[in-house]
């Protein structure tokens, strides 16, 4: 299986900015579709964004005009550039696989957390 590897996280402050990293461990990397996805605590994993091998991108409503994936296929290396930060988006962070209505596989990396507080 796939292997993801995240990072980035920290503290924040509300309004403030964090660009997460995700390195995958597979030669395919550039042909794979990838998704952020967040775990806030007491709610169900969301996708965040996600991103088509073409470089196609959408967003959750609740991101939109704030967050910015992007993805490095020479590095293997997705990204995810978060601006504007706000409570609401305290969880933690992972990357997988995006497949659409299949949804992303069942096995997670370890994830990184983000915190947005004053």
């Known amino acids: 299986q796939v292997q993801f590897v995240e990072s980035g996280g920290g503290l924040v402050q509300p309004g403030g900015s964090l660009r997460l990293s995700c390195e995958g461990s597979t030669s395919i990397f550039s042909s794979l579709a990838m998704g952020w996805y967040r775990q806030a605590p007491g709610k169900q994993r969301e996708l965040v964004a996600r991103?088509?091998?073409?470089?196609?991108?959408d967003y959750g409503d609740s991101v939109k005009g704030r967050f910015t994936i992007s993805r490095d296929n020479g590095k293997r290396t997705l990204y995810l550039q978060m601006n504007s930060l706000k409570a609401d988006d305290t969880a933690v962070y992972y990357c997988?696989?995006?497949?659409?209505?299949?949804?992303?596989?069942?096995?997670w990396g370890q994830g990184t957390q983000v915190t947005v507080s004053s």
């Open positions: 997988n696989l995006w497949r659409g209505a299949t949804g992303p596989p069942p096995y």
């Open positions: 991103i088509t091998a073409g470089a196609n991108t």
